[in-house]
């Protein structure tokens, strides 16, 4: 069958934006964000509070109505909490409610984590550990697989506030500093001074995320460096001065959201549909487990899975119950002991039973094109 054309009319209707507020220590970013839970244009406000530690104190601002999300510092309950907001502001979404906020405060912790996640499994490569051992102060590798696992991690929170279906706002921290060339020393311009440059603390592509960006100084004009909006143009190098600013009249007045905004349109982009099946499959605890997802592969065709794709989800499903079945090591099992050889026994026996359940079910027909 020939692919389909899927498509639809814009809208035309503002979305609600993701909105950075970054700036130097003690320029009101954080006062700013929290202060728009007293707005009467908005339902609740939910605050993840990372390391800033200003959550509580800030709930005496005037009329403040916010409530401080519950976490156990763990990047995985974090990510839980964020998309467990997500969905209570899709529902407030669909119920016609006024719109959720979600504020994380701050990135910068947020990034500081992950670097530091990715820094303390370097030192755990072999490479890294030899160095350390000779040398307990010798520069340690951070390899790029390490930098994109903890990219991915911060894209599973930035997706999530890119497609939160009311206001996202993340706060970060933003100061001058000296530019500085590959070779890690200082850029001089002409005149051998020391070229300065804006530095943002959060994953490097922050800036391009966001729908929305505003830079807070101390003594200084709130400015707005970016916005993505109709409504009028910010110049590349000429930042709009936002006198009086509030995060309110940011959202409601300049850029123009109401209560018919929307969330923004951004689906999940991926390889292929092979992640949820891959879930579902990591997170089975029995046989049992197993074998539903093996019934629902019988579907076929209707899976929506490639061949390719659906023969991935069948050898996982086979090696999640082959790990499940397997017994687990004990301390006196070398290679050639009883118990070695007993589980090795108890292994076969257990791959020839789940052979006879776990025959292959029809192979589904050739998805139409613009399912791959």
């Known amino acids: 069958m020939p692919p389909k054309i899927k498509s639809r009319k814009?809208?035309?209707?503002?979305p609600y934006p993701f909105l950075l507020i970054e700036g130097e220590?003690?320029?009101?970013?954080?006062?700013?964000?929290?202060?728009?839970?007293?707005?009467?244009?908005i339902g609740q406000m939910y605050v993840v509070d990372l390391s800033e530690g200003s959550a509580d104190e800030y709930g005496a601002i005037p009329n403040a109505d916010y409530e401080v999300i519950e976490h156990d510092g763990t990047y995985q309950d974090i990510a839980e909490q964020v998309e467990a907001v997500r969905e209570e502001a899709q529902r407030a979404a669909a119920a016609g409610e006024k719109p959720v906020v979600l504020v994380i405060d701050s990135g910068t912790a947020l990034w500081r984590m992950l670097s530091n996640w990715a820094g303390e499994r370097a030192k755990r490569t072999q490479r890294n550990r030899d160095k350390l051992r000779n040398d307990p102060d010798a520069n340690v590798d951070v390899t790029r697989n390490l930098w994109n696992d903890s990219s991915n991690r911060w894209y599973r929170i930035i997706h999530a506030m890119q497609t939160f279906p009311g206001i996202?706002?993340?706060?970060?921290?933003?100061?001058d500093i000296s530019a500085t060339g590959?070779?890690?020393q200082p850029l001089l311009d002409d005149r051998r001074r020391v070229v300065r440059e804006w530095k943002v603390g959060a994953q490097k592509d922050i800036g391009?995320?966001?729908s929305a960006w505003v830079r807070m100084r101390r003594d200084r004009t709130p400015e707005l460096i970016k916005a993505r909006t109709l409504r009028f143009r910010v110049e590349s190098g000429?930042?709009?001065?936002?006198?009086?600013?509030?995060?309110?009249?940011?959202?409601?007045?300049?850029l123009g959201c109401s209560t018919a905004s929307q969330p923004r349109q951004m689906p999940v982009l991926v390889g292929d549909r092979t992640g949820p099946w891959m879930e579902r499959i990591a997170a089975a605890t029995s046989r049992d487990e197993c074998l539903v997802l093996w019934t629902e592969l019988d579907a076929g065709a209707e899976t929506g899975l490639t061949e390719p794709e659906w023969n991935t989800v069948r050898g996982a499903v086979r090696a999640r119950v082959a790990e499940l079945a397997a017994p687990k090591p004990g301390m006196d099992d070398a290679p050639d002991s009883d118990a070695a050889r007993l589980r090795a026994a108890a292994e076969a026996q257990q791959a020839e039973a789940d052979a006879e359940v776990l025959g292959d079910p029809p192979t589904p027909a050739p998805a139409p094109a613009a399912a791959a």
């Open 10 to 14: 814009p809208t035309c209707v503002i």
């Open 238 to 254: 000429n930042p709009l001065p936002l006198p009086g600013f509030s995060v309110e009249r940011l959202v409601f007045d300049l």
């Open 168 to 175: 996202a706002i993340i706060l970060a921290r933003g100061r």
């Open 25 to 41: 220590e003690g320029a009101g970013k954080t006062y700013s964000a929290f202060e728009l839970s007293a707005s009467e244009r």
């Open 182 to 184: 590959e070779d890690g």
């Open 208 to 210: 391009f995320d966001v």
